[in-house]
């Protein structure tokens, strides 16, 4: 009676292993959506240019707030929170 279990624990073990194989090779080759440096710069830039802005025009607490924030209010920008 042992000996179906074994065995679907082997392929279970197997099918597992050969999807974190596939897994592995999609993470090492496949295509992705990757951010350019340049795509980033560009962000950080307009945010900059925003915060200094608000600076200018004496809104202080609201900058506080924004860089407070894990991504400086970046949300809506596109920008992903660790």
Known sequence: M????????IAHFRQSQQL???SAQRGMY???????????????DRR????????GEGKHKEVAR??????WGLEGDGCVTL
Do not use: N
């Open 2 to 9: 042992d000996q179906p279990t074994h065995k679907s624990d």
């Open 20 to 22: 974190q194989e596939i």
């Open 30 to 44: 496949g295509s992705a959506v990757v951010a350019s440096h340049e795509s980033i710069t560009a962000r950080m």
């Open 48 to 55: 900059a240019e925003l915060l200094l802005k608000l600076i």
């Open 66 to 71: 924004l860089m407070e924030t894990k991504t």
